[in-house]
């Protein structure tokens, strides 16, 4: 088997920042970008996986993941080196790379396919400040803070959707793989 991916996708991006005054911005953005298969994931080879024992075989077939971005984002910077920002994005991918299981003489195989579709949507809250409001003699120590809250959804293949019904799982869409319901940074 071979796996050929040839690409000459245009990924226009546009940024705007508005200045509200001094201090203050009002960012937006969109812009389009790609998420390329890895080589394992190509790879037509069956390799195990020593954690759960499931075989991972990769799928020459897969196709690039088109991502579309929407980004809307509100800064104040109320003292040089000091930030407070809320943001939020929406993310609408076409071809998301999420892992379907099988099994096949009682063996238990996980492949990569393409999605149709799927989304990523969510908001996020930074802080950077300085520790002097606790005194004096931390004010050369920073804090950072940043939250963000995500919803991801995929929908699932007509085919997938069948085989679930199996198990009593008949949603037309579930939650991306590997994508958390928040991400925290101190």
């Known amino acids: 088997a071979q796996a050929r991916i040839e690409s000459d996708d245009d990924l226009p991006s546009v940024g705007l920042t508005w200045a509200i005054s001094p201090r203050m911005n009002l960012r937006a953005a969109w812009s389009r970008t790609l998420a390329r298969p890895t080589f394992r994931e190509l790879a037509p080879v069956a390799t195990e996986e020593f954690i759960f024992g499931d075989e991972f075989l990769g799928n020459p077939e897969l196709q690039l993941s088109s991502i579309e971005n929407w980004d809307l984002r509100w800064e104040w910077f109320?003292?040089?080196?000091?930030?407070?920002?809320?943001?939020?994005?929406y993310k609408e991918l076409?071809?998301?790379i999420e892992l379907i299981s099988f099994g096949a003489s009682n063996r238990t195989f996980v492949q990569p396919v393409n999605f149709?579709?799927?989304?990523?949507?969510?908001?996020?809250?930074?802080?950077r400040s300085s520790l002097e409001v606790c005194g004096r003699p931390l004010r050369?120590?920073?804090?950072?803070?940043?939250?963000?809250?995500?919803?991801?959804?995929a929908e699932v293949p007509e085919v997938e959707q069948i085989a679930l019904e199996q198990f009593g799982l008949e949603s037309p869409t579930r939650r991306l793989q590997g994508q958390p319901e928040y991400l925290?940074?101190?």
């Open 94 to 96: 076409t071809n998301p």
């Open 184 to 186: 925290l940074n101190l």
């Open 116 to 127: 149709d579709r799927g989304e990523r949507r969510g908001g996020e809250f930074e802080l």
């Open 78 to 89: 109320r003292r040089p080196g000091e930030v407070l920002a809320v943001s939020v994005f």
């Open 140 to 153: 050369d120590l920073t804090l950072g803070f940043n939250v963000a809250l995500l919803e991801t959804e």
